[in-house]
């Protein structure tokens, strides 16, 4: 039994209970889909039960009004707006870098702000990361007024990673030396070679160097540093264990624990 635990974490278990046990042992996990649309999700069976009426006829969806009201959550219109009023009028630094290095910093989230005026007001709070600087940037942006209102710069937060982040989280691991397990129990899952992040379905958190005893050497950065650990399951198929590496994407390199 313990060699099969010591044996490389990229072995792959199928069924439902290597998926109990990740999503027991993960804090604050982005699933794809959550990622893309900052941390909100829509239940698929209840869309499609809304859109049939009583008599079985299908009826169209409604379209999303432009402007929520009150608490709603963000409208998508809302929701490209406050990013794009962040990037021109938030006093952006154009230095800044996303997460595969491109010009401009990386969008985490963009949510709803809580209103503190009493009235009513509508703001949006739009999380950045830039990776040249490995900071955190939050501004709130009044989408009445189409300003921002405040800026937020920290080190050392780290948010839940966005779907992008992930995505290239997993590039970074299939392409470097670690990754060869990965790619090994893919091969024996599907019969394919696994070329691209795009053939699994992601899901990780932010990997927290506190909670390690024993920190492996290359991992001290991490905190400083943007770290993920991310959990890849094939397409329609098992699950692939990826939690003993750690990624730094700001120095895109790979860790491993124990």
């Known amino acids: 039994m313990r060699h099969l635990i010591e044996r490389h974490l990229g072995k792959v278990v199928a069924g439902g209970s290597l998926a109990v046990a990740a999503t027991a042992a993960l804090i604050a996990v982005v699933l794809p889909h959550q990622a893309e649309d900052g941390g909100r999700s829509v239940s698929a069976g209840t869309a499609r039960q809304d859109a049939v009426a009583p008599d079985g006829k299908v009826e169209a969806v409604p379209a999303e009004q432009d402007q929520g009201v009150g608490s709603d959550p963000l409208t998508d219109a809302e929701t490209a707006r406050a990013e794009r009023i962040a990037l021109q009028n938030g006093g952006m630094n154009a230095a800044a870098r996303d997460v595969e290095g491109g010009s401009g910093p990386q969008r ?6 809580e209103d503190g ?9 739009v999380m950045f990361y830039d990776y040249k600087k490995n900071v955190t940037i939050t501004k709130t942006v009044d989408l009445a007024t189409g300003t921002v209102t405040s800026t937020n710069t920290a080190q050392h937060v780290q948010p839940p990673p966005s779907h992008e982040e992930l995505t290239e989280a997993a590039r970074v691991l299939i392409t470097d030396a670690q990754g060869a397990g990965l790619k090994q129990d893919y091969k024996k899952a599907t019969g394919k070679v696994l070329t691209g992040p795009a053939e699994l379905d992601l899901s990780g958190f932010v990997f927290r160097k506190e909670t390690v005893k024993r920190l492996p050497a290359g991992l001290e950065p991490c905190g400083e540093h943007r770290c993920l650990q991310v959990v890849a399951k094939v397409k329609n198929g098992p699950w692939i264990d990826t939690r003993a590496f750690v990624v730094d994407l700001s120095a895109r390199s790979v860790g ?3």
């Open 108 to 113: 985490i989230a963009t949510n709803l702000a």
């Open 117 to 125: 005026t009493g009235q009513g007001a509508r703001r949006a709070e």
């Open 256 to 258: 491993r624990l124990g």
